[in-house]
């Protein structure tokens, strides 16, 4: 079953603006870790944010921030004032006690700034 | 090094030839992954170590694939008698193992991009 659901395969956003990418999970443990890497055309894998399930706040990093909604299972990032370097494909991913903490990602988000 | 290398950078090979992929993670870091990422895809993981303990090969797709660590540094994942559905990017990750679901940050390196004729 996917662990991990990232429903838009690709977006556009003007630049300056802000652009919010899905991510679902499934889960049945109560304690998991989310994160957000981001992976330019050059190819390289890019630590953005983490989020784990018991924090009581919203992780943000810079323009960064993922808006967890635990109850839905929803762990969305947040760009706020996109820049063209920000164009990229975007991947949320998951750590879970069951799955034996390994890292689990999902299918990616490929985000186009346009100028 | 600072970083997670990779060696090499690309690799074209005929269907039926064996390669090696190598990766040397960053110092001290004891968890170290390798996953296979297609054209356009997600990353499909493949193999995980974590120190001391048995590998994880529950993502292998094949027999024709293994991986070996020897102690907490170098990785050599090894395709035997490659298919060209092997082509992709094989991505190595290594992070220091903070346990649990803490916020343990992998560190990719640049890849061994694979193309299989």
């Known amino acids: 079953a996917q662990k991990i659901t990232q429903t838009q395969p690709g977006m556009f956003v003007q630049e300056k603006e802000a652009v919010t990418l899905d991510c679902t999970y499934d889960?049945?443990?109560?304690?998991?870790?989310l994160f957000w890497y981001k992976q330019p055309s050059s190819g390289e894998m890019i630590f953005l944010i983490y989020q784990g399930s018991y924090d009581q706040q919203n992780a943000t990093e810079g323009r960064y921030s993922l808006n967890f909604q635990k109850a839905r299972k929803s762990a969305n990032l947040v760009i706020s004032a996109s820049q063209l370097g920000d164009s990229a494909m975007y991947f949320c991913?998951?750590?879970?006690?069951?799955?034996?903490?390994?890292?689990?990602f999902g299918a990616g988000t490929t985000v186009t700034v346009r100028a | 090094g600072a970083g997670v290398s990779q060696s090499p950078s690309n690799k074209v090979t005929e269907k039926g030839k064996d390669v090696e992929l190598r990766c040397d993670p960053i110092s001290g870091h004891t968890a170290l992954y390798w996953y296979r990422q297609r054209l356009g895809q997600g990353l499909e993981f493949l193999i995980y170590f974590q120190g001391n303990s048995a590998p994880d090969k529950s993502g292998l797709p094949s027999d024709r694939f293994s991986a070996e660590r020897t102690g907490e540094s170098v990785s050599t994942l090894t395709i035997q008698r490659t298919q060209q559905e092997d082509s992709a990017v094989y991505l190595c990750?290594?992070?220091?193992?903070?346990?649990?679901?803490?916020?343990?940050?992998?560190?990719f390196g640049a890849g061994s991009r694979l193309t299989v004729l």
């Open positions: 889960t049945s443990d109560p304690s998991y870790g």
């Open positions: 991913a998951m750590r879970e006690p069951s799955n034996d903490y390994k890292l689990s």
């Open positions: 990750a290594s992070s220091v193992d903070v346990g649990g679901t803490g916020a343990n940050v992998l560190t």
